[in-house]
């Protein structure tokens, strides 16, 4: 039940609960309103005008006054739960309690709006009466006002739309419905009077078929006579046909038994070269092992012989290194001999002089007490100057034989570090030799196994080439292979103008299901560059016996295909990476061939599951099919693969490529390995030459190493000579300083008198070097000790090493190595010239198998023709069959008339002859119509014929009827209309006066007027102002100025006042129970602010004029949006909103100024 408002009833809007609506998360929002002005309060972002929306929503609002396109905009995105608004509507009469009625609306999945009222489901035409009794339908053309709205009214000042405001204010809507309602009635009269009329139409045309039954008897006579002549013309073809057929089923039979003989030819030749390719295959196996197996026992043999000699040499160098250091210790005995003699006669003159000076001493105490010392000291002091005198000479000499052995030395050092450096040189080489030869054996075993390997691996891969070559072959027949003849055309199989950019098989494998289904059988589908070249093509078909695996052609320059590839291109980008493939990026092809692909492949692109699937269906209407080959695409899904992938068109196209792919693998793994076979009997060459080269720079190294031992022995003994020199120098040395010390020592004590102390400390030091030349001589003792010990130990290290039969060894051993090698040499040469005939086998192999290829080929190619042949043949004699049970049905009809075989007109075609079947079949099919339908006109018909011309008159009258309600609807609807201007001039007058009353306050430099274009509203309705002359001050305005009717002359503020006041005024008269305004004071200054708040809360015009009953919120609902402080001053209910955690959220709602206020003050 709605509340009907009438005098003393007052209807607002309670509260609202808004969930999942636009920016209000699933949180329900519970906001509470109370009759009046009430304000929504909030910062930028917070969500003030979502509650407005979701207001008008719940009021039946349509999507595009919701600032959306479709009501699925409308569902808030940070959350699944449904969006819903729930709107409680209070109605109180006088002297009645108050009544809440609760209106629930919501978003159903398929973006339609489901209501509630009181629980109760309703539909959108109920709840629009139930808002429309309550006056909060928002019919008015202002009723829901926007920023926008403000400022477009006067920057249009429009006529026709300042013209339906003024309507929609006089409720000229409600009438505007009755007659759409009226206009509706009279649509669907007028269909009845179709249907009515197509009736009487109906029995019409069934009255003229029942008069055309009448003519059709004559027909049938006519068919006949024509029928009669047709069955004679055919069957004088269909004998001469029978002729030829026989004629055509005797050569089928000859060409049969030809076809038969070379395939039994072609097996024959097969057979042959399979058995010549296995025998030869097992001889060869066999020589070319044997000659392996000998080249592995030399190779040892040589191995052996090498390791021999080695050892030999390696003792030969070892006792040559021994006599050498023999050598060195021996001349080192002799030093150290010649020292030990020295030392002695050395130790022996110091033994003297102690014994001379001991003597001298006790002759000095004698003399001393006899008082002669002095001259005896005296003596001393003469000889020791002598003596000094002669050491000096001698030093001189020594020191000259020193300079002399340094030179020697280093003469001796310069040759001998040459010497060395050619044999380190040689040495480091012989190392390397050493290690390369140690190496060589097992390098050339190496070698061998690696040279065995590979050549097995050859073999192998030739087995495993030639197989997986039959099965390419194979392959490629079932894919089908154009012969030579139609190659020549040009054509080419559809199968071989493309290959997939992915070698991987794993990887073309993954959309395989889905190609699949896009290409459906193409196999039998070739393609040419021209209609021409189809046609011969086609010719070559029909006149060859081969029977090509061929039945569509595409030519080229006719070949024609949707591109939908940008279209493809732009859904693809819409998609996630990798979720939509266009076929066409997985090939590789030339452009030539590119319509030919696009024909086969463009049509679709490829879903990675069953969502893409249906977006590219419903969003871009793109054909489609998933990765497991669901078909997706407009209409019937037609063609396709049904069978296994793996056999369809593409299975087979991926399975052909992947194993020509091993094959041309094959052929390079194999010219690589006889790379690798031909690098490996040039490193054995190598060696070989190497190991020549090495022994010859062995024997010089030999030489070299003997002249460094010479030249180490001169050094050394250059060495032993400077040392001696160097040791008597030192000794005369020495001797000179002590001599030249016991002088001073002499001279001093004769100068001091001391003759006797100064000789007894020179007998001290005299026997001091005595007991150090006692030591040197036990020190060159102990070294000589040394020496001799060393040259026996290297004596029996020589004997252990060195033997006579050394050297014999080695040349027995080097005859044996060289035996071994040349038969080694012999062997090789024969495993490569092996290698060669080998090469050559697998050479005439390949070109046997190529051979036996062509013949398998040609046998296939036979077994097709005589399949062809066969079905020719039995082609044939079901035409015999045909024809003769046709030449047996036309004998049987018409018998009586045989002497009509004279023709004047015989089939000479089969053109002629098809269209006389045709036309025997047409003539038989209308007479047996005819007689048919002349075996239906009944008694019970008849009756009917007369029922329906008395329908007919029925249905004319019912017509007539009709007619005249037609026409007084369209009096009702003239009636309606001259109410409607009535009530549109009243409020016109009524909106006038109140318009021009509240643009004196609210423009007061201004004079503003609300015309007529025309004589009725309908006509248009426009603006005029007039400039004030003296001022605001006086309120006056010159009389005389002249109104203008151009808005752009005013301000944006004015403009925006000027619309703001014919708004409100059409407000006023329009008494909706609910205004939604939505920030249309954002344009204005303070002052300007305060007045339009005024207006709406109270009048700011004179009372004689606007009185407090005029005042909108007084009679109606307010629900706005502001910054504006004036609004929150005026406002009865202010509703604080902010935005939090993402979702907008109510803060505080004030019911009164004074909390307003209070809040504002914390």
Same mark, same amino acid.
């Not at 010549?276 to 000659?291: H, I, K, Y």
């Not at 098989?505 to 040419?528: D, F, K």
């Given at each position: 039940?709605?509340?009907?408002?009438?005098?003393?009833?007052?209807?607002?809007?309670?509260?609202?609960?808004?969930?999942?609506?636009?920016?209000?998360?699933?949180?329900?929002?519970?906001?509470?309103?109370?009759?009046?002005?009430?304000?929504?309060?909030?910062?930028?972002?917070?969500?003030?005008?979502?509650?407005?929306?979701?207001?008008?929503?719940?009021?039946?609002?349509?999507?595009?006054?919701?600032?959306?396109?479709?009501?699925?905009?409308?569902?808030?995105?940070?959350?699944?739960?449904?969006?819903?608004?729930?709107?409680?509507?209070?109605?109180?009469?006088?002297?009645?309690?108050?009544?809440?009625?609760?209106?629930?609306?919501?978003?159903?999945?398929?973006?339609?709006?489901?209501?509630?009222?009181?629980?109760?489901?309703?539909?959108?035409?109920?709840?629009?009466?139930?808002?429309?009794?309550?006056?909060?339908?928002?019919?008015?053309?202002?009723?829901?006002?926007?920023?926008?709205?403000?400022?477009?009214?006067?920057?249009?000042?429009?006529?026709?739309?300042?013209?339906?405001?003024?309507?929609?204010?006089?409720?000229?809507?409600?009438?505007?419905?009755?007659?759409?309602?009226?206009?509706?009635?009279?649509?669907?009269?007028?269909?009845?009077?179709?249907?009515?009329?197509?009736?009487?139409?109906?029995?019409?045309?069934?009255?003229?078929?029942?008069?055309?039954?009448?003519?059709?008897?004559?027909?049938?006579?006519?068919?006949?006579?024509?029928?009669?002549?047709?069955?004679?013309?055919?069957?004088?073809?269909?004998?001469?046909?029978?002729?030829?057929?026989?004629?055509?089923?005797?050569?089928?039979?000859?060409?049969?038994?030809?076809? %038969?003989?070379?395939?039994?030819?072609?097996?024959?030749?097969?057979?042959?070269?399979?058995?010549?390719?296995?025998?030869?295959?097992?001889?060869?196996?066999?020589?070319?092992?044997?000659?392996?197996?000998?080249?592995?026992?030399?190779? $040892?043999?040589?191995?052996?012989?090498?390791?021999?000699?080695?050892?030999?040499?390696?003792?030969?160098?070892?006792?040559?290194?021994?006599?050498?250091?023999?050598?060195?210790?021996?001349?080192?005995?002799?030093?150290?001999?010649?020292?030990?003699?020295?030392?002695?006669?050395?130790?022996?003159?110091?033994?003297?002089?102690?014994?001379?000076?001991?003597?001298?001493?006790?002759?000095?105490?004698?003399?001393?007490?006899?008082?002669?010392?002095?001259?005896?000291?005296?003596?001393?002091?003469?000889?020791?100057?002598?003596?000094?005198?002669?050491?000096?000479?001698?030093?001189?000499?020594?020191?000259?034989?020193?300079?002399? /052995?340094?030179?020697?030395?280093?003469?001796?050092?310069?040759?001998?570090?040459?010497?060395?450096?050619?044999?380190?040189?040689?040495?480091?080489?012989?190392?390397?030799?050493?290690?390369?030869?140690?190496?060589?054996?097992?390098?050339?075993?190496?070698?061998?196994?690696?040279?065995?390997?590979?050549?097995?691996?050859?073999?192998?891969?030739?087995?495993?080439?030639?197989?997986?070559?039959?099965?390419?072959?194979?392959?490629?027949?079932?894919?089908?292979?154009?012969?030579?003849?139609?190659?020549?055309?040009?054509?080419?199989?559809?199968?071989?103008?493309?290959?997939?950019?992915?070698?991987?098989?794993?990887?073309?494998?993954? =959309?395989?299901?889905?190609?699949?289904?896009?290409?459906?059988?193409? &196999?039998?589908?070739?393609?040419?560059?021209?209609?021409?070249?189809?046609?011969?093509?086609?010719?070559?078909?029909?006149?060859?016996?081969?029977?090509?695996?061929?039945?569509?052609?595409?030519?080229?320059?006719?070949?024609?295909?949707?591109?939908?590839? =940008?279209?493809?291109?732009?859904?693809?980008?819409?998609?996630?990476?990798?979720?939509?493939?266009?076929?066409?990026?997985?090939?590789?092809?030339?452009?030539?061939?590119?319509?030919?692909?696009?024909?086969?492949?463009?049509?679709?692109?490829?879903?990675?599951?069953?969502?893409?699937?249906?977006?590219?269906?419903?969003?871009?209407?793109?054909?489609?099919?998933?990765?497991?080959?669901?078909?997706?695409?407009?209409?019937?899904?037609?063609?396709?693969?049904?069978?296994?992938?793996?056999?369809?068109?593409?299975?087979?196209?991926?399975?052909?490529?992947?194993?020509?792919?091993?094959?041309?693998? @094959?052929?390079?793994? @194999?010219?690589?390995?006889?790379?690798?076979?031909?690098?490996?009997?040039?490193? &054995?060459?190598?060696?070989?030459?190497?190991?020549?080269?090495?022994?010859?720079?062995? *024997?010089?190294?030999?030489?070299?190493?003997?002249?460094?031992?010479?030249?180490?022995?001169?050094?050394?003994?250059?060495?032993?000579?400077?040392? +001696?020199?160097?040791?008597?120098?030192?000794?005369?040395?020495?001797?000179?300083?002590?001599?030249?010390?016991?002088?001073?020592?002499?001279?001093?004590?004769?100068?001091?008198?001391?003759?006797?102390?100064?000789?007894?400390?020179?007998?001290?030091?005299?026997?001091?070097?005595?007991?150090?030349?006692?030591?040197?001589?036990?020190?060159?003792?102990?070294?000589?000790?040394?020496?001799?010990?060393? %040259?026996?130990?290297?004596?029996?290290?020589?004997?252990?090493?060195?033997?006579?039969?050394?050297?014999?060894?080695?040349?027995?051993?080097? /005859?044996?190595?060289?035996?071994?090698?040349?038969?080694?040499?012999?062997?090789?040469?024969?495993?490569?010239? !092996?290698?060669?005939?080998?090469?050559?086998?697998?050479?005439?192999?390949?070109?046997?198998?190529?051979?036996?290829?062509?013949?398998?080929?040609?046998?296939?190619?036979?077994?097709?023709?005589?399949?062809?042949?066969?079905? &020719?043949?039995?082609?044939?004699? %079901?035409?015999?069959?045909?024809? +003769?049970?046709?030449?047996?049905?036309?004998?049987?009809?018409?018998?009586?008339?045989?002497?009509?075989?004279?023709?004047?007109?015989?089939?000479?075609?089969?053109?002629? =002859?098809?269209?006389?079947?045709?036309?025997?079949?047409?003539?038989?099919?209308?007479?047996?119509?005819?007689?048919?339908?002349?075996?239906?006109?009944?008694?019970?018909?008849?009756?009917?014929?007369?029922?329906?011309?008395?329908?007919?008159?029925?249905?004319?009258?019912?017509?007539?009827?009709?007619?005249?309600?037609?026409?007084?609807?369209? +009096?009702?609807?003239?009636?309606?209309?001259?109410?409607? $201007?009535?009530?549109? %001039?009243?409020?016109?007058?009524?909106?006038?006066?109140?318009?021009?009353?509240?643009?004196?306050?609210?423009?007061?430099?201004?004079?503003?007027?609300?015309?007529?274009?025309?004589?009725?509203?309908?006509?248009?309705?426009?603006?005029?102002?007039?400039?004030?002359?003296?001022?605001?001050?006086?309120?006056?305005?010159?009389?005389?100025?002249?109104?203008?009717?151009?808005?752009?002359?005013?301000?944006?503020?004015?403009?925006?006042?000027?619309?703001?006041?014919?708004?409100?005024?059409?407000?006023?008269?329009?008494?909706?129970?609910?205004?939604?305004?939505?920030?249309?004071?954002?344009?204005?200054?303070?002052?300007?602010?305060?007045?339009?708040?005024?207006?709406?809360?109270?009048?700011?015009?004179?009372?004689?004029?606007?009185?407090?009953?005029?005042?909108?919120?007084?009679?109606?609902?307010?629900?706005?949006?502001?910054?504006?402080?004036?609004? &929150?001053?005026?406002?009865?209910?202010?509703?604080?909103?902010?935005? *939090?955690?993402?979702?907008?959220?109510?803060?505080?709602?004030?019911?009164?100024?004074?909390? !307003?206020?209070?809040?504002?003050?914390?």
């Amino acid at each position: 039940m709605s509340p009907k408002q009438g005098t003393g009833t007052k209807v607002y809007i309670k509260s609202i609960t808004v969930v999942s609506f636009k920016s209000f998360g699933d949180t329900k929002q519970h906001f509470g309103f109370g009759p009046g002005l009430n304000l929504i309060a909030g910062p930028n972002g917070a969500g003030k005008s979502n509650v407005l929306d979701a207001v008008s929503f719940a009021l039946c609002a349509k999507p595009a006054s919701l600032r959306v396109q479709h009501l699925s905009e409308l569902q808030s995105t940070d959350t699944d739960e449904p969006c819903e608004v729930e709107l409680k509507i209070a109605s109180q009469s006088t002297g009645e309690s108050l009544r809440i009625f609760t209106l629930e609306a919501r978003i159903l999945p398929d973006s339609t709006r489901q209501y509630k009222l009181d629980g109760k489901q309703k539909t959108m035409k109920d709840v629009k009466e139930f808002l429309r009794d309550s006056h909060l339908l928002l019919e008015d053309a202002f009723a829901v006002l926007h920023q926008s709205k403000v400022t477009e009214l006067a920057d249009n000042n429009s006529a026709s739309v300042i013209a339906s405001v003024i309507s929609s204010a006089s409720g000229a809507g409600r009438w505007d419905e009755e007659v759409s309602r009226a206009v509706e009635e009279i649509s669907n009269t007028r269909k009845s009077l179709a249907a009515i009329n197509q009736n009487v139409s109906l029995l019409e045309k069934a009255i003229a078929l029942d008069e055309e039954r009448v003519r059709a008897m004559d027909r049938k006579k006519q068919i006949e006579h024509d029928l009669e002549g047709v069955q004679t013309r055919l069957k004088d073809y269909a004998l001469r046909k029978l002729a030829s057929l026989q004629e055509d089923t005797d050569d089928t039979n000859e060409q049969l038994s030809r076809t %038969e003989k070379d395939k039994s030819r072609w097996l024959e030749e097969k057979n042959a070269i399979e058995k010549l390719t296995a025998a030869t295959q097992g001889n060869e196996d066999e020589d070319t092992n044997s000659v392996a197996k000998e080249r592995v026992e030399l190779l $040892q043999k040589v191995t052996q012989a090498e390791e021999e000699l080695q050892i030999e040499k390696r003792r030969l160098e070892q006792g040559a290194t021994a006599e050498l250091q023999l050598q060195f210790v021996q001349l080192q005995v002799q030093r150290f001999d010649q020292a030990h003699e020295q030392a002695l006669r050395a130790l022996d003159e110091k033994q003297e002089i102690v014994s001379r000076m001991e003597q001298d001493l006790k002759r000095l105490s004698r003399l001393g007490s006899q008082g002669g010392s002095k001259g005896h000291i005296q003596d001393i002091i003469n000889g020791l100057e002598n003596e000094i005198r002669a050491a000096e000479i001698i030093k001189k000499d020594q020191a000259k034989r020193v300079e002399e /052995a340094a030179l020697a030395i280093t003469a001796a050092e310069f040759k001998a570090e040459t010497l060395r450096e050619k044999v380190r040189s040689s040495k480091e080489r012989n190392r390397i030799f050493d290690n390369e030869r140690s190496n060589e054996m097992n390098v050339r075993a190496e070698l061998d196994a690696e040279l065995e390997r590979l050549s097995n691996e050859r073999d192998k891969l030739e087995k495993l080439k030639e197989g997986t070559e039959r099965k390419a072959c194979v392959a490629s027949a079932l894919l089908g292979r154009l012969s030579g003849d139609e190659a020549k055309t040009p054509a080419w199989s559809l199968h071989s103008l493309f290959r997939f950019k992915s070698e991987e098989r794993l990887q073309c494998e993954q =959309y395989l299901e889905a190609l699949s289904a896009i290409t459906g059988s193409l &196999q039998n589908v070739c393609v040419v560059r021209t209609t021409p070249d189809a046609g011969r093509l086609l010719e070559l078909w029909q006149s060859t016996v081969r029977d090509s695996p061929f039945r569509r052609i595409w030519p080229l320059d006719r070949l024609t295909s949707p591109d939908v590839a =940008y279209k493809q291109r732009k859904a693809q980008e819409s998609f996630k990476s990798g979720e939509v493939t266009l076929p066409l990026d997985l090939l590789n092809f030339s452009p030539e061939f590119s319509k030919a692909l696009k024909k086969a492949f463009g049509g679709y692109v490829i879903a990675a599951n069953d969502r893409v699937a249906r977006d590219l269906i419903s969003k871009h209407g793109l054909w489609n099919v998933t990765l497991d080959g669901n078909v997706s695409r407009s209409g019937s899904v037609q063609g396709g693969w049904r069978g296994a992938s793996g056999t369809s068109f593409i299975g087979n196209k991926i399975k052909c490529d992947s194993l020509w792919r091993e094959v041309e693998t @094959s052929k390079t793994r @194999s010219g690589e390995l006889d790379q690798k076979i031909e690098h490996l009997r040039q490193a &054995q060459e190598q060696i070989a030459r190497k190991a020549v080269e090495e022994e010859a720079r062995v *024997r010089a190294q030999e030489e070299e190493i003997d002249q460094l031992s010479h030249a180490e022995v001169a050094l050394f003994q250059a060495k032993l000579s400077k040392e +001696e020199s160097e040791q008597k120098l030192e000794s005369l040395c020495q001797d000179l300083t002590t001599k030249q010390a016991r002088l001073r020592d002499y001279q001093t004590s004769e100068e001091a008198g001391s003759e006797e102390e100064a000789f007894a400390k020179a007998l001290e030091a005299a026997v001091d070097e005595e007991t150090a030349q006692q030591n040197a001589v036990d020190e060159v003792l102990r070294k000589l000790e040394e020496a001799r010990e060393e %040259e026996a130990t290297l004596r029996e290290e020589m004997s252990v090493v060195l033997d006579t039969n050394s050297e014999e060894r080695i040349r027995s051993t080097t /005859a044996a190595l060289e035996a071994h090698r040349q038969d080694l040499a012999r062997v090789e040469a024969l495993q490569a010239s !092996q290698l060669v005939a080998r090469k050559k086998m697998l050479e005439d192999r390949a070109v046997a198998l190529r051979r036996a290829q062509e013949c398998e080929e040609a046998i296939r190619q036979s077994s097709k023709a005589a399949e062809k042949l066969e079905k &020719q043949k039995g082609q044939l004699t %079901e035409k015999r069959k045909a024809l +003769e049970e046709e030449i047996a049905e036309l004998a049987n009809e018409h018998e009586d008339d045989q002497e009509a075989l004279k023709l004047k007109d015989p089939i000479e075609d089969e053109k002629q =002859y098809a269209a006389a079947k045709a036309r025997r079949r047409h003539l038989i099919s209308e007479k047996k119509r005819l007689a048919g339908e002349q075996q239906r006109v009944t008694m019970d018909e008849q009756v009917a014929f007369k029922e329906r011309v008395e329908n007919l008159q029925v249905f004319k009258e019912r017509a007539e009827s009709i007619l005249v309600s037609i026409e007084k609807l369209n +009096e009702g609807i003239r009636t309606t209309r001259d109410k409607v $201007q009535k009530a549109n %001039e009243a409020t016109f007058k009524s909106i006038r006066t109140m318009f021009i009353d509240c643009c004196k306050s609210l423009l007061p430099d201004k004079r503003v007027d609300l015309v007529k274009v025309k004589e009725h509203v309908e006509d248009g309705v426009k603006f005029l102002f007039q400039n004030a002359s003296t001022g605001v001050a006086t309120g006056r305005c010159n009389q005389d100025s002249e109104w203008k009717s151009n808005l752009g002359e005013l301000s944006g503020g004015q403009r925006t006042m000027l619309s703001l006041a014919f708004i409100l005024t059409v407000a006023m008269n329009g008494r909706s129970s609910l205004y939604i305004m939505d920030e249309v004071d954002a344009a204005l200054d303070e002052q300007n602010q305060r007045r339009v708040a005024a207006l709406i809360k109270a009048s700011p015009a004179p009372r004689s004029i606007l009185q407090s009953k005029d005042v909108i919120s007084k009679e109606s609902q307010v629900l706005c949006v502001s910054h504006n402080r004036s609004f &929150q001053m005026f406002s009865d209910t202010v509703i604080q909103l902010s935005r *939090r955690e993402g979702s907008s959220k109510a803060d505080a709602v004030f019911a009164t100024q004074a909390a !307003q206020k209070k809040h504002r003050q914390k």
